[in-house]
Nanobody, 117 residues
Framework: QVQLVESGGGLVQPGGSLRLTCAAS????????MSWYRQAPEKPRELVAL???????HYADSVKGRFTISRDGAGTTVYLQMNSLKPEDTAVYYC???????????WGQGTQVTVSS
């Protein structure tokens, strides 16, 4: 059982920045993908960004050029640097790890990001 712990959320003014961190208790299999999703009230959960074990990245169109996903050398911690934040970025942000060959996926508990003046 992989545990994911997110941190770094909070309240920030429009145009501000936050960095989210997700620490995994272990990485059990390779290849794997670590992702950030978000869910705003009354909206479905959506993919924000992902990074693979080969460090390939993908971003939602709505965050391209503003958010950057990265991970540490061990691959157990993933970061989401969020710049130029907008009110529409307000959501609970969830970390996810997917092990496709093992057909296993795990979620963190979520961290609230609120962008408001």
């Amino acid at each position: 059982q992989v545990q994911l712990v997110e941190s770094g959320g909070g309240l920030v003014q429009p145009g501000g920045s936050l960095r989210l961190t997700c620490a995994a208790s272990e990485i059990s299999f390779t290849p794997y993908t670590m992702s950030w999703y978000r869910q705003a009230p009354e909206k479905p959960r959506e993919l924000v960004a992902l990074i693979t074990s080969l460090r390939d990245t993908h971003y939602a169109d709505s965050v391209k050029g503003r958010f950057t996903i990265s991970r540490d050398g061990a691959g157990t911690t993933v970061y989401l640097q969020m710049n130029s934040l907008k009110p529409e970025d307000t959501a609970v942000y969830y970390c996810n790890v997917l092990f496709p060959t093992a057909a296993k996926t795990y979620w963190g508990q979520g961290t609230q990001v609120t962008v408001s003046s």
